[in-house]
């Protein structure tokens, strides 16, 4: 069995495991930041804890941990890291909203290697290798060609972390149809790279929220930048996010984008 079959095999089990069975019924609380935290969540990372370095020994960083583990985890994981994020969405899990995700991204030296993207509700597996191309249950992405226009495109938009004088004009006079924002960004990276989304854009994602999707939508064939240029010379742990499946379109995106000022 492949690594990324093994990855797979394992989020699926986690999921069925740990967080399925808790979806409606899990208590929860509140972190320092005042984001949710709920059982499954705990529950969850320490089962990959556990579980992933019997596929590759080397350092796992999840979303719940500490700064001081992250960053430790980070420096020690040069030479191989996973970087787990146990549930994506967990205000929708915890309100029953069904747009939650496992996401599990292994990388080396920094480059993001494999990633795998988990919703437990509707039994999608979105994954991909560097240079072996993206996949939903087996199916190549993009499984929609996007539109070929900014104004005919679907959007998926965090307003919230993006200054505010973009947010107000993309609210007020958006150059594309219609849009959403659904709250879990795993996920979003890969409703991007199937074409379910034509566009996208995010004010600032941590490292747990972008590397296993934005390998999704690289070898689904998309691109991505940050607001301010290059994504991957940005700040590791806070990137914002440009980014469409079709090249095309992601020029006409950031186009417009550094236009109104972005």
């Given at each position: 069995?492949?690594?990324?079959?093994?990855?797979?095999?394992?989020?699926?089990?986690?999921?069925?495991?740990?967080?399925?069975?808790?979806?409606?019924?899990?208590?929860?609380?509140?972190?320092?930041?005042?984001?949710?935290f709920t059982e499954?969540?705990?529950?969850?990372?320490?089962?990959?804890?556990?579980?992933?370095?019997?596929?590759?020994?080397?350092?796992?960083?999840?979303?719940?941990?500490?700064?001081?583990?992250?960053?430790?985890?980070?420096?020690?994981?040069?030479?191989?890291?996973?970087?787990?994020?146990?549930?994506?969405?967990?205000?929708?899990?915890?309100?029953?909203?069904?747009?939650?995700?496992?996401?599990?991204?292994?990388?080396?030296?920094?480059?993001?290697?494999?990633?795998?993207?988990?919703?437990?509700?509707?039994?999608?597996?979105?994954?991909?290798?560097?240079?072996?191309?993206?996949?939903?249950?087996?199916?190549?992405?993009?499984?929609?060609?996007?539109?070929?226009?900014?104004?005919?495109?679907?959007?998926?938009?965090?307003?919230?972390?993006?200054?505010?004088?973009?947010?107000?004009?993309?609210?007020?006079?958006?150059?594309?149809?219609?849009?959403?924002?659904?709250?879990?960004?795993?996920?979003?990276?890969?409703?991007?790279?199937?074409?379910?989304?034509?566009?996208?854009?995010?004010?600032?994602?941590?490292?747990?929220?972008?590397?296993?999707?934005?390998?999704?939508?690289?070898?689904?064939?998309?691109?991505?930048?940050?607001?301010?240029?290059?994504?991957?010379?940005?700040?590791?742990?806070?990137?914002?996010?440009?980014?469409?499946?079709?090249?095309?379109?992601?020029?006409?995106?950031?186009?417009?984008l550094k236009a109104?000022?972005?």
């Amino acid at each position: 069995m492949s690594m990324l079959e093994q990855v797979q095999t394992l989020v699926r089990e986690v999921a069925r495991r740990e967080v399925t069975p808790r979806f409606l019924k899990v208590a929860h609380s509140r972190k320092a930041d005042g984001s949710l935290f709920t059982e499954a969540d705990a529950a969850t990372q320490a089962a990959l804890e556990a579980a992933l370095p019997k596929i590759r020994n080397v350092p796992v960083l999840g979303e719940e941990m500490t700064e001081v583990q992250q960053r430790d985890a980070w420096d020690a994981g040069r030479d191989g890291l996973w970087c787990v994020d146990p549930i994506d969405g967990t205000s929708n899990f915890v309100a029953g909203v069904p747009y939650f995700a496992v996401s599990v991204a292994y990388l080396y030296k920094g480059e993001r290697v494999l990633g795998v993207v988990y919703d437990p509700v509707a039994d999608e597996m979105f994954s991909a290798e560097r240079g072996h191309g993206a996949h939903l249950n087996g199916d190549p992405l993009p499984l929609r060609q996007p539109v070929p226009e900014l104004r005919r495109a679907l959007a998926g938009v965090e307003m919230k972390r993006i200054d505010r004088a973009l947010a107000g004009r993309l609210a007020s006079w958006p150059p594309y149809a219609s849009q959403r924002n659904m709250g879990a960004s795993t996920l979003d990276w890969c409703y991007t790279a199937a074409g379910r989304f034509d566009i996208y854009l995010h004010g600032g994602q941590k490292l747990w929220d972008y590397a296993a999707g934005a390998l999704i939508l690289e070898e689904a064939g998309g691109r991505l930048a940050c607001l301010s240029g290059n994504f991957d010379i940005a700040n590791v742990w806070e990137r914002s996010v440009v980014a469409s499946a079709s090249p095309h379109l992601f020029e006409l995106w950031r186009d417009w984008l550094k236009a109104a000022g972005a």
